[in-house]
Structures are given as C-alpha cells and as structure tokens.
C-alpha cells in the first residue's frame, strides 16, 4: 500500500485525511466539509474512528470483514454528528469516507460521499463505487452525462454523507480480488482533474512502484489545476497468505 495527500494549488488547508494498516490489510480515506475548522476536522475523526474500530478486529468471514465495515462507519457517523452539535464552531461539518478490507481472496468496502474506489486490471480500470451525489443522480436518471457532470458546478452537492444526519446507511460490498490487481481509493480532488484514462495510464506505467504512482496522479491533478485537495491510496494485491504457504 502506498498513499498521497496534497493540499492542492487552491485551497488554505487540507480536508482530507487517509490511513492504513498493511498488516492487517485495510485503508480508509475521508474528504472533509464544512465551515471554519470543520471540514479537517471531521475527516480527522472519521479516519481515527474507523483506526479504532478496524485496528484490532479479527476477521474470519466475509460476513464479518462487511459488518466490521458497516459498524465502523455508523460509528464514525455518530461521533461527527455529536461533535458537530455541541461544538458551535463545528456545527454542520460533515464527511465523505471509502474503507476497504482485503483477506485471502476478497475485497470488501464501504464507502458515503463521493470518494472512490477503483480497480485496475490490465487494460481495464472500473470505478467500484457509485457517488453519493445529485449530479450521480441526475446521470442516473439521464438527465445529465457523464462527461457533463465532470465540470458541473453543482458537482459537490452530496446526497449522503457522515456527520449531517443522526444515522447514515453506507454502501457495502464484497468483490473478489486477484493476485496483480491495484485499487485506487481516491478524493474527488484527483477525478476532478483526471479522466479515467489518465489513471489506468499511471496505474499500468507504474504498477511495480507504488509511492512513485501516488506521487504522480497528486502531480498530474496539480498540473491540470489542483482546485481541491488530492488525497490518493493505492493497493496492490499480492498472492494470499495460504498461497504462499504452499
């Protein structure tokens, strides 16, 4: 694993925050919002939240490996939600969050707000999360394009996000992973700037270097404008531990 954050060229302070665990196999990401102090703030706690949470939970099914996701956001949505209202000066912060946990031969995310996942394949780069966004809804509903909705100025209007309400539902999932395959979890700072292209491109060019790839989509996206901050982790799947036994 490997990750990157970055301030951006226009913004004072840096919003989002990331961690992970390569020995027990997870990462989180979280975009913060909000107003004075707000928005790193709750980033900040929805990234030590899930640390908690993860840091020392033992997984032996998927069931568990989504549950312990699942748990972990709620958790995360409640602490922002408290703080937020009995903190004036922190009164509406909120947050975007994508967590995955990898074991074996399985991947499992959860994720609210429009950060994101991604899996590069060769040749093949998918977005493994759907934005919880009005603009992903407008294109859901036809009304919009994607390549519109790119540079939309409504494109921070989310529909889901932690802190902003008493509870919050996260999506989950549960994918099989491959030996070879690299996820990119990402902020709206880096797909903002870059088309889907310009990430498989860095992904297949600088697949056996991870640090050097972070280094270069936070590069690429300042190059192109840097209007938010850049948050990046990248994860590369090796063979699973009763492979390597063998």
């Known amino acids: 694993m490997a990750s990157r954050t970055d301030v951006g060229?226009?913004?004072?302070?840096n919003e989002d925050a990331c961690h992970f665990d390569v020995d027990q196999g997870w990462a989180v990401l979280a975009d913060g919002m909000g107003g004075y102090r707000g928005g790193d703030v709750a980033s900040a706690m929805a990234v030590e939240c899930v640390r908690e949470s993860l840091g020392n939970?033992?997984?032996?099914?998927?069931?568990?490996?989504?549950?312990?996701?699942?748990?972990?956001?709620?958790?995360?949505?409640?602490?922002?939600?408290?703080?937020?209202?009995?903190?004036?000066?922190?009164?509406?912060?909120?947050?975007t969050l994508v967590t995955v946990r990898c074991f074996e031969d399985m991947i499992a995310v959860a994720h609210v707000g429009d950060s994101r996942l991604y899996r590069y394949r060769p040749d093949h780069l998918v977005q493994m999360t759907r934005?919880?966004?009005?603009?992903?809804?407008?294109?859901?509903?036809g009304m919009m394009s994607a390549d519109a909705a790119r540079t939309s100025p409504g494109r921070s209007l989310l529909t889901r996000a932690l802190g902003?309400?008493?509870?919050?539902?996260?999506?989950?999932?549960?994918?099989?992973?491959?030996?070879?395959?690299?996820?990119?979890?990402c902020s709206d700072g880096l797909t903002d700037m870059l088309y889907d292209e310009d990430i498989a491109l860095v992904c297949e060019t600088l697949s056996a270097n991870l640090p050097l790839a972070a280094d270069h989509l936070v590069q690429l996206a300042n190059d192109r404008g840097g209007r938010d901050n850049i948050t990046v982790v990248l994860i590369k799947i090796g063979l699973p531990a009763s492979a390597r036994a063998k």
């Open 9 to 13: 060229r226009l913004r004072e302070r």
């Open 131 to 141: 934005d919880h966004s009005l603009l992903q809804e407008q294109v859901d509903g």
């Open 57 to 95: 939970a033992m997984i032996g099914s998927a069931s568990e490996a989504l549950a312990g996701l699942r748990n972990a956001t709620i958790e995360a949505n409640d602490r922002i939600f408290r703080v937020s209202h009995s903190d004036r000066e922190l009164y509406g912060m909120g947050s």
């Open 164 to 185: 902003v309400e008493p509870s919050v539902v996260p999506d989950v999932a549960l994918h099989e992973a491959r030996p070879g395959d690299i996820y990119l979890m």
